[in-house]
C-alpha cells in the first residue's frame, strides 16, 4: 500500500477510529442555506471558511468525516480546490474521509472514477467513497480492486434514505429477491475474498426490509437528524448489534454552527447518544 496515511486494510483502520472516537459519521454539507445563515458569502470563499469550521469542530471527536461532494462540485474548480484542502485537512488529522460522491458507470469508466477518489496521486482521494450499483454491481469492481489495493473502502447503495428509492430498489429481480437485495448479497459475496471491503448505504429512516444476516462489513445509515430519523430508531431499524453501523448526520449537526465549539457539542452529544442507544 503506496498511501502515506496508512498502511493497514480499510476494516482495520475503519474498526480501530470506531473503537476509540464512536460509529457517528459526520456530514460536510455546505448548503446554500447554511452559508447564509452562517453569515458566510455563497461563493468558493464562504465554503472554505464553512469546512474549514467543520474540520476545526470534528477532528478528535468523531471517527468519520463524509464531505458531499455535490456542495463543493457546484462552485466548479474552486470548489473541487476547497474540497481537496478538506479531505487532506482531515486525513492528515487522522480523521477518516468518506468521501460522497457517489458514482457509479460502466467499468472503464468507473476505473477513472476509482482514480479519482481512491487513487494513491489524486488531491481528492479519501479513505472510502460511495458509490451507485445501479449500473450493476460487477461495474464496480475497477474501484473494489484498487480499494483492496489501496487500503481503502466502499459504500455501495442498497436501501436508500429518501421515499423515492423504494419503488426501484424493493422491486424484485428474481425468485421475490428486491433490487436491493442482491445489491446486499453481492457485497456479501465480495467481502468474502476481503471483509469490510465493501460496505453498504442504508438509509436510517425506516424498515429497509433486508435481510443483513450474511453481511458483516460496514453499514453507512444517513438520515439521523434533518431526515426524521433519531438515535433510538437505530436499535429497533438495524436490530443486530454487532453491525458495524455508521449512522450519519448533516444539517441536523450543522445547523448549531457557525460557532466551532456549539458545533463539537452538537456532533459530541450525537456521537455520545448514538453510542448509548446501541451499546
Ligand atoms: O450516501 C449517502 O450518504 C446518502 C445516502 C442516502 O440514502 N441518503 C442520504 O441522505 N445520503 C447523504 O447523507 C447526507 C444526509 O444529510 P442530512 O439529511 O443533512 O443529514 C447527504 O449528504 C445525503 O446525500
Redesign the pocket.
Known sequence: MTDRHHDQAWGARLRAAVEHRGRLCV?I?PHPGLLEAWNLPVDAEGLEAFAEICVEAFVGEVAVV?P?V?FFEAYGSAGYAVLERTICVLREAGTLVVA?A?RGDIGSTMAAYAQSWLGPDSALSSDAV?VSPYLGFGALEPALSLAAEQGRGL?V?AR???PE?GELQGADVAGGVSVAQSVVNAAAERNAAESDLVGL?V?ATRGHGLNLSDFSGPI?A??????GATARDLADIFPDSRKLLLP?????I?REGPSVTALRAAAVKVRDEVESALS
Not at 444517513?222 to 431526515?227: E, M, S, T, V
Not at 450519519?248 to 441536523?252: A, L, W, Y
Open positions: 456530514g454539507d463524509k458531499q455535490a460522497d457517489k460511495t459504500f447503495l436508500t434514505s429518501n428509492g448505504v438509509g453507512l444517513p438520515g439521523l437528524g434533518a431526515q450519519n448526520s448533516s444539517r441536523g450543522l
